[in-house]
């Protein structure tokens, strides 16, 4: 079987969602990877992804929509997942740092996603969230509160932010494998390119229109490589035993 229909459950990443400087505001990319695959390929790709999600908030509302049998179900989440409680770091250093969705609760959604999306009869896919970059989004979380009690909390490194975003991609990648189910390694998209920061926007944790012609072109890479069979994949990654792949929709009329 090869797939012409593709559902996308994220976050902002998944809605192509970038922070305009000029604006001061977040909005949808001008560059997304939908109209890639659909124009490209023919793929007709259903777009679930809300800003702010966590893969406890995607896959609740996974289980409340319509199944698709027979497509792909795309699950990219992370960012929102390993989130700190800014303010309260900020109030409290020297407590232990505790995740939005502390890892272990991470790693088990997402073998729940994937068992539920193959209970429906879909094919997943686990997505891996693109690296943030540290020191723009220390920044950024820290505009208005202490900076340093924050440094403090993070023992005075601000690349410990990167260091634990890191963990949530190193656990998706785990439940892939123990799941047998492919990966687009989105993170090896990035972190190939020596200039990945500019791919990123002010705040140090959106892609930006950069970044998400990147996306774009990583996601029609992946899908030329897995309608050619395994083994064709480039820098995209496919990890797991789950081989079944893109193929343009049937011709209509």
């Known amino acids: 079987m090869i797939h012409s229909e593709v559902h996308v459950w994220g976050d902002s990443l998944g809605r ?30 259903h ?9 406890a908030d995607g896959l609740a509302a996974f289980l409340q929509s319509a199944p698709a049998p027979g497509a792909l179900c795309a699950i990219e989440f992370g960012g929102n997942d390993c989130d700190l409680d800014w303010p309260r770091v900020a109030a409290h250093p020297q407590e232990e740092i505790t995740a939005k969705v502390p890892l272990p609760a991470y790693r088990q959604t997402l073998a729940d996603f994937v068992a539920a999306a193959r209970a429906r009869g879909m094919r ?25 009690a924050v440094l403090e909390a993070l023992g005075g490194d601000v690349q410990h932010i990167y260091r634990w975003q890191e963990r949530y991609a190193v656990a998706l990648r785990d439940v892939a494998t ?8 989105m993170r090896d998209a990035f972190l190939a390119r020596r200039d990945y920061e500019s791919l990123m926007c002010e705040d140090g944790i959106h892609p930006n229109e950069q970044g998400h012609q990147l996306i774009a072109e990583t996601a029609l890479r992946f899908a030329r490589g897995r309608s050619r069979g395994p083994g064709a994949q480039g820098n995209a990654g496919n990890v797991g035993n789950d081989r079944r792949g893109f193929a343009p929709a049937p011709h209509q009329g």
């Open 124 to 148: 997943p896919l686990l997505v891996t969230p693109p690296p943030l970059h540290g020191l723009r989004y220390f920044r950024w979380v820290t505009r208005q509160l202490d900076g340093e």
């Open 178 to 185: 123990q799941t047998g189910c492919p990966v687009l390694d």
């Open 47 to 55: 777009n679930h992804s809300v800003m702010g999600w966590t893969v």
């Open 16 to 45: 192509c969602i970038v922070y305009q400087t000029q604006k001061q505001r977040y909005a949808i990319s001008s560059v997304r990877y939908a109209p890639a695959l659909e124009n490209e390929l023919g793929i007709q790709v």
